[in-house]
Nanobody
Framework: QVQLEESGGGLVQAGGSLRVSCVAS????????MGWYRQVPGKQRELVAG???????NYADSVKGRFTISRDNAKNTVYLQMYSLKPEDTGIYYC????????????WGTGTLVTVSS
């Protein structure tokens, strides 16, 4: 089993920056891809950014050029640095990890709230 704990959410003004972090514990050697998802009330959870164990990244079109995902494998931590935040970036940000043994097995954190005021 893998446990994920997010931190770093909060309230920020539009145009500001924020970094959220996610620390993995447990069977961390079983983790392949990690990522951040965002969910707002009434909408499905959507992928914001992902990073493979080798460092390859992918981003949602809406955050390209503004968000950067990074990973410190020694600390079992994944970060999402967010710049030029917009009110539409508001949501609960969930950390996600995919099992290296079975890609259908995924782990989720409990989420951290990011609120961007206009």
């Amino acid at each position: 089993q893998v446990q994920l704990e997010e931190s770093g959410g909060g309230l920020v003004q539009a145009g500001g920056s924020l970094r959220v972090s996610c620390v993995a514990s447990g069977s961390v050697s079983n983790i392949n891809t990690m990522g951040w998802y965002r969910q707002v009330p009434g909408k499905q959870r959507e992928l914001v950014a992902g990073i493979s164990s080798g460092g390859s990244t992918n981003y949602a079109d809406s955050v390209k050029g503004r968000f950067t995902i990074s990973r410190d494998n020694a600390k079992n931590t994944v970060y999402l640095q967010m710049y030029s935040l917009k009110p539409e970036d508001t949501g609960i940000y969930y950390c996600n990890a995919v099992s290296a043994r079975n890609s259908r097995v995924q782990y989720w954190g409990t989420g951290t709230l990011v609120t961007v005021s206009s």
